[in-house]
């Protein structure tokens, strides 16, 4: 069975180096340096820079071994959407452009999220339109905040519009939290390479996200844009888990067209991000259905997930229907990637 991948990574070094300056870092609040530091994860994850700008034979060829059709591209954690909107503009607009250069070289392998200015959300939603209209990208990832200002800011309301109207897909992708809330939750007596992955990648970074999609329900961003859809990784960043609990409880102080629930399940994709567990894949399908699920690897960031990313649905209980609806239909018509993907209507 083909597979369209979601939450793969794609970075511009032009872009990179010119985003170099404004770039914020992470700064521990207990250092041991005789530890391992931040600048080891990527050698002990197997990531490397040259992975990640690269969109050509390395890619295609971990592509072929996992059985993947075609790969959407999102900027990497490098991303330059939340710097100073004078300084975002162009660097998303080059960053845009250098993706659709890089996808046009295998259309029918790779397509693309754009990078979108969000700190200046008029500027925003004219880059999506621009970036959807004119180079062909199937959406926008957005990653984190901007300026401490959570998505369901009425700030933002621009860039939700502009999806709705394009009928394209935002998706959500977990970025550094503020070091307060890492410093009083993720710090303690362990390195500084443990403290980043734990407010990062390992824990804190997927529960601010999810916290933001829970945000967005509870003020009824998708009452004001009921054809709105937001896709989040991870199985869901947390939200599945305890979507129930927040109906019991928040949905009884909320004033909603639609149960949190009823919400979730009309507006929300999800996909795995390469964490390819079999309960996680029950429990979130139970709660979505599997119109609503779709694929992702997280490349290059999750390289070692090696053969498990072929067979992880062909091993799981579903249907044959239902298989090819989170392996590749459902992008396919979420995305509108009919006649780009090569042989989508079933020449598994």
Same mark, same amino acid.
């Given at each position: 069975?083909?597979?369209?991948?979601?939450?793969?990574?794609?970075?511009?070094?032009?872009?990179?180096? *010119?985003?170099?300056?404004?770039?914020?870092?992470?700064?521990?609040?207990?250092?041991?340096?005789?530890?391992?530091?931040?600048?080891? =994860?990527?050698?002990?994850?197997?990531?490397?820079?040259?992975?990640?700008?690269?969109?050509?034979?390395?890619?295609?060829? =971990?592509?072929?071994?996992?059985?993947?059709?075609?790969?959407?591209?999102?900027?990497?954690?490098?991303?330059?959407?939340?710097?100073?909107?004078?300084? *975002?503009?162009?660097? *998303?607009?080059?960053?845009?452009?250098?993706?659709?250069?890089?996808?046009?070289?295998?259309?029918?392998?790779?397509?693309?999220?754009?990078?979108?200015?969000?700190?200046?959300?008029?500027?925003?939603?004219?880059?999506?339109?621009?970036?959807?209209?004119?180079?062909?990208?199937?959406?926008?990832?957005?990653?984190?905040?901007?300026?401490?200002? #959570?998505?369901?800011?009425?700030?933002?309301?621009?860039?939700?519009?502009?999806?709705?109207?394009?009928?394209?897909?935002?998706?959500?992708?977990?970025?550094?939290?503020?070091?307060?809330?890492?410093?009083?939750? #993720?710090?303690?007596?362990?390195?500084?390479?443990?403290?980043?992955?734990?407010?990062? *990648?390992?824990?804190?970074?997927?529960?601010?996200?999810?916290?933001?999609?829970?945000?967005?329900?509870?003020?009824?961003?998708?009452?004001?844009?009921?054809?709105?859809?937001?896709?989040?990784?991870?199985?869901?960043?947390?939200?599945?888990? #305890?979507?129930?609990?927040?109906?019991?409880?928040?949905?009884?102080?909320?004033?909603?067209?639609?149960?949190?629930?009823?919400?979730?399940?009309?507006? =929300? #994709?999800?996909?795995?991000?390469?964490?390819?567990?079999?309960?996680?894949?029950?429990?979130?399908?139970?709660?979505?259905?599997?119109?609503?699920?779709?694929?992702?690897?997280?490349?290059?960031?999750?390289?070692?997930?090696?053969?498990?990313?072929?067979?992880?649905?062909?091993?799981?209980?579903?249907?044959?229907?239902?298989?090819?609806?989170?392996?590749?239909?459902?992008?396919?018509?979420?995305?509108?990637?009919?006649?780009?993907?090569?042989?989508?209507?079933?020449?598994?």
């Amino acid at each position: 069975m083909k597979l369209v991948t979601l939450e793969e990574h794609w970075e511009s070094q032009q872009v990179n180096e *010119a985003a170099k300056p404004y770039l914020p870092s992470w700064t521990p609040q207990h250092h041991n340096p005789e530890d391992h530091s931040i600048a080891d =994860f990527a050698a002990m994850s197997g990531n490397t820079q040259s992975a990640i700008t690269a969109a050509g034979e390395d890619r295609l060829k =971990f592509m072929d071994d996992n059985g993947i059709a075609m790969q959407i591209m999102g900027y990497g954690d490098n991303t330059p959407q939340n710097l100073e909107p004078s300084v *975002a503009i162009p660097l *998303a607009r080059q960053a845009n452009d250098e993706l659709t250069d890089a996808i046009a070289q295998h259309p029918d392998r790779l397509g693309g999220w754009a990078v979108l200015p969000v700190g200046d959300p008029e500027a925003a939603a004219s880059e999506l339109m621009r970036a959807v209209q004119e180079k062909g990208l199937q959406g926008a990832m957005i990653h984190g905040v901007y300026n401490g200002k #959570f998505f369901d800011d009425p700030f933002y309301e621009p860039i939700f519009a502009m999806a709705e109207q394009l009928n394209v897909p935002l998706y959500f992708h977990p970025a550094l939290i503020p070091g307060n809330i890492s410093g009083h939750y #993720f710090e303690g007596e362990w390195s500084e390479l443990a403290a980043y992955t734990f407010a990062g *990648a390992g824990w804190g970074w997927h529960e601010d996200l999810g916290v933001q999609m829970v945000r967005l329900i509870m003020d009824g961003v998708f009452d004001r844009h009921p054809n709105l859809h937001i896709i989040t990784g991870h199985w869901g960043e947390m939200v599945p888990n #305890f979507i129930e609990r927040l109906d019991q409880t928040v949905g009884l102080a909320v004033k909603l067209d639609r149960s949190i629930l009823e919400t979730y399940r009309d507006n =929300f #994709f999800i996909t795995p991000s390469g964490m390819l567990y079999q309960s996680q894949m029950a429990l979130t399908k139970t709660i979505m259905g599997a119109d609503h699920l779709m694929y992702s690897i997280d490349y290059p960031y999750n390289q070692r997930v090696g053969a498990a990313a072929a067979h992880f649905l062909d091993e799981a209980d579903l249907t044959d229907d239902e298989r090819q609806k989170i392996g590749y239909q459902n992008a396919v018509d979420l995305l509108q990637l009919d006649g780009k993907l090569k042989g989508e209507k079933g020449n598994d």
